[in-house]
């Protein structure tokens, strides 16, 4: 036999094992593993001392670097679709893999007036390897209330 038709001869038993599912499984880990994400959820609503409404998000670095430095352009909508307020939301640092809680007083806003927010985009996201495109690649939007958060 010719070592090109032992080659063939390898290449052929191995297709034939991965075809009949004889080749070594994928540990669950390798295929159950998260995506990196950025997960940011609205919380809470409720009256602030200023006489408007404050919102609270819990939000969870899971992109694998701490970010020094995440501000997201806010979009809010009131009850009947119109845009109610254009906005910054700076979120501050952010530690890898651990969660935080950020507030944030919207004045001369009733939380009665919000039907949406909508994240329209990441304007600063600072860190080791961290840009603003990572974030919002990575942005997963959630709410614990009746107030959707789009993005």
């Not at 080659?7 to 080749?23: D, E, K, M, N, Y």
């Not at 997960?39 to 020094?68: H, Q």
Request: hydrophobic content about 40%; aromatic content about 4%.
């Amino acid at each position: 036999m010719t070592a090109q038709s032992r080659t063939i001869s390898r290449l052929v038993a191995a297709l034939g094992i991965a075809v009949l599912g004889l080749a070594p499984p994928v540990s669950a880990q390798e295929t159950d593993a998260p995506a990196p994400n950025l997960s940011l959820s609205l919380n809470t609503v409720g009256a602030s001392e200023a006489g408007g409404c404050r919102l609270t998000f819990v939000i969870r670095n899971d992109l694998g670097a701490e970010i020094e430095s995440l501000v997201a352009e806010a979009v809010l909508f009131d009850a009947d679709g119109r845009v109610a307020r254009l906005t910054l939301f700076d979120f501050g640092t952010l530690p890898a893999n651990r969660p935080r809680v950020r507030q944030f007083d919207l004045s001369g806003l009733s939380c009665d007036g919000i039907g949406e927010v909508l994240v329209n985009g990441i304007g600063t996201c600072e860190g080791d390897g961290m840009t603003p495109d990572a974030c919002l690649n990575g942005l997963r939007l959630s709410s614990e209330i009746g107030i959707e958060v789009t993005g």
